[in-house]
């Protein structure tokens, strides 16, 4: 059993900034790729920003800039520092990991956290 718990969020005013976490537990024995994504009202989930094991990363155009993603290897966890703030950032912003279980071999799968809803207010 693998979990992705985020934490963090919330309503934040425009300029603001705040900070997201995201901590995998259970039965992990390596993460490939950890960041995030977001899902606006009626529209599909998007990348916000993801880092390989290694450090590299990448970050979709509108936050580029305003938003840092780092993490934590002997902790697996991964954090997305959020500055500079607009309306539009409004959304639910979901952890995203590629993890090798124990026992598992070279498979590699996919795991969500449930999502945590940051609001930015004008």
């Known amino acids: 059993q693998v979990q992705l718990v985020e934490s963090g969020g919330g309503l934040v005013q425009a300029g603001g900034s705040t900070t997201l976490s995201c901590a995998a537990s259970g039965n992990v024995f390596n993460i490939n790729a950890m960041g995030w994504y977001r899902q606006a009202p009626g529209k599909q989930r998007e990348l916000v920003a993801t880092?390989?094991?290694?450090?590299?990363?990448r970050y979709c155009d509108s936050v580029k800039g305003r938003f840092t993603i780092s993490r934590d290897n002997a902790k697996n966890t991964v954090t997305l520092q959020m500055d500079s703030l607009k309306p539009e950032d409004t959304a639910v912003f979901y952890c995203?990991?590629?993890?090798?279980?124990?026992?598992?071999?070279?498979?590699?799968?996919?795991?969500w956290g449930r999502g945590t809803q940051v609001t930015v207010s004008s």
């Open positions: 995203n990991a590629e993890i090798r279980r124990y026992g598992d071999g070279w498979v590699w799968r996919e795991y």
């Open positions: 880092m390989s094991r290694g450090g590299s990363t």
